[in-house]
Antibody, heavy 119, light 108 residues
Framework: QVQLVQSGAEVKKPGASVKVSCKAS????????ISWVRQAPGQGLEWMGWISAYNGNTNYAQKLQGRVTMTTDTSTSTAYMELRSLRSDDTAVYYC????????????WGQGTMVTVSS | SYVLTQPPSVSVAPGKTARITCGGN??????VHWYQQKPGQAPVLVIYYDSDRPSGIPERFSGSNSGNTATLTISRVEAGDEADYYC???????????FGTGTKVTVL
């Protein structure tokens, strides 16, 4: 079946970096993109950015520009999201979601990865 | 940037109809998607392109979009519909995705 499986929970210190993976299966990886969405504890959903699995084009949310990098490995159908210079307010559950682009909905979601930033 | 405003909460008795609004400037010109999120779970798509339902989503879920307001309607509400609901659009001018503020639906 079509699914996205994410890597496990992470605990990081302020100033460190984290890299979360999202492995796709059940569909042609390069026919879609991947959006990353995060949710701080008790808060709403925040879109972080999008990457095309076809050509690697990216589009990042302005507030994260310079701190986030999204990549894909088509040989393993895996998308990655790296966030640098972590702060306590980056503590959140991070989701990947399938997103074809041009206004399509996020039809498949990963299970989420908890990232805790604490000294 | 584009802002989507939802009521923080909606309460509804079982069997009744819940309507969740999503307000945005001329949102009727955009395509709206809706997600349901239960505690501790990832969001699930319940309505896409204003009013289409993915397979497996009950017909009780419907959507509309016009003017400055999009609406998700849940008919014959059940206890299992209790969740947070988020609207979402794509801003074509910047190609960014925007989520609404979210609405907690409580079944009385």
């Amino acid at each position: 079946q079509v699914q996205l499986v994410q890597s496990g929970a992470e605990v990081k210190k302020p100033g460190a970096s984290v890299k979360v993976s999202c492995k796709a299966s059940g569909y042609t990886f390069t026919s879609y993109g991947i959006s990353w969405v995060r949710q701080a504890p008790g808060q709403g959903l925040e879109w972080m950015g999008w990457i095309s699995a076809y050509n690697g084009n990216t589009n990042y949310a302005q507030k994260l520009q310079g701190r986030v990098t999204m990549t894909t490995d088509t040989s393993t159908s895996t998308a990655y999201m790296e966030l640098r210079s972590l702060r306590s307010d980056d503590t959140a559950v991070y989701y990947c979601a399938r997103d074809r682009n041009y206004g399509d909905a996020f039809d498949i979601w990963g299970q989420g990865t908890m990232v805790t930033v604490s000294s | 940037s584009y802002v989507l405003t939802q009521p923080p909460s909606v309460s509804v008795a079982p069997g009744k109809t819940a309507r969740i609004t999503c307000g945005g400037n001329n949102i009727g010109s955009k395509s709206v998607h809706w997600y349901q999120q239960k505690p501790g779970q990832a969001p699930v798509l319940v309505i896409y392109y204003d009013s289409d339902r993915p397979s497996g989503i009950p017909e009780r879920f419907s959507g509309s979009n016009s003017g400055n307001t999009a609406t998700l309607t849940i008919s014959r509400v059940e206890a299992g519909d209790e969740a947070d609901y988020y609207c979402q659009v794509w801003d074509s001018s910047s190609e960014i995705r925007v989520f609404g503020t979210g609405t907690k639906v409580t079944v009385l």
